[in-house]
């Protein structure tokens, strides 16, 4: 149950923070409306690639594309409220990532997935829609920026998670995992924590 609440929470985050990016972006409705979607349930079908579920199970039942679009439809409709908070975007797209780390690693776990691939698989769970928004967006995404950490509190709440689950309850590892990347993800918002980059006097010129 739980972790139908998170994946069913990750989907309606992801689809606030690409609704609030297509508004930013000047998009139509529909626009707003497929890039909600899209960002909401991306990782979802990411995901279920990886573990040959087919169709993918958020194009195959109706639940994740409606709370994706309910949850763009309120992020549009409150839009002003969002955009007068500064990084509104990425504090949604730091939780939405807790969630689905955990959730994505599993439902990994769930299939018969190792405990390496399903902290793999988690994290891509939560970077997928992110990577899809910003890639429709025109942006560079998030991933390969050399901007504060995104993918590694990913992989570390869904190791965390996986690591958890092999040793004692599952909803102990839910609970932790979600935690543990949210926060390291705000954190490095917060901080600017950010791992480092190649050779500087390289990147000014543009040397390979």
Do not use: C
């Not at 549009?76 to 955990?102: H, K, N, P, Y």
């Not at 965390?160 to 918002?189: E, K």
């Not at 917060?190 to 390289?202: C, E, I, K, N, Q």
């Amino acid at each position: 149950m739980l972790q139908m609440v998170l994946n069913y929470l990750g989907i309606a985050v992801f689809a606030s923070s690409g609704a609030m990016v297509a508004i930013r972006k000047g998009f139509d409705l529909f626009g707003i409306a497929a890039l909600g979607i899209m960002t909401g349930v991306g990782g979802g079908v990411v995901r279920d690639l990886f573990l040959n579920i087919s169709p993918p199970t958020s194009i195959q039942h109706w639940p994740n594309v409606t709370v994706a679009l309910v949850a763009t439809a309120v992020a549009t409709l409150t839009a002003r409220l969002f955009i007068r908070m500064r990084r509104s975007v990425l504090t949604l797209d730091a939780i939405g990532m807790g969630f689905f780390a955990t959730s994505g690693a599993a439902i990994a776990v769930d299939h018969g997935a190792s405990w390496f691939a399903a902290a793999l698989i988690g994290m891509t769970t939560a970077i997928g829609g992110g990577i899809i928004r910003d890639v429709l967006a025109r942006e560079v995404p998030m991933l390969l920026g050399p901007d504060e950490l995104y993918a590694v509190p990913a992989m570390l709440g869904a190791a965390a998670y996986a690591a958890i689950d092999y040793l004692g309850p599952q909803w102990v590892g839910l609970v932790v995992g979600t935690v543990l990347a949210t926060v390291l993800r705000l954190a490095g918002l917060v901080f600017h924590w950010r791992l480092p980059t190649g050779p500087a006097d390289l990147i000014v010129r543009g040397e390979t």
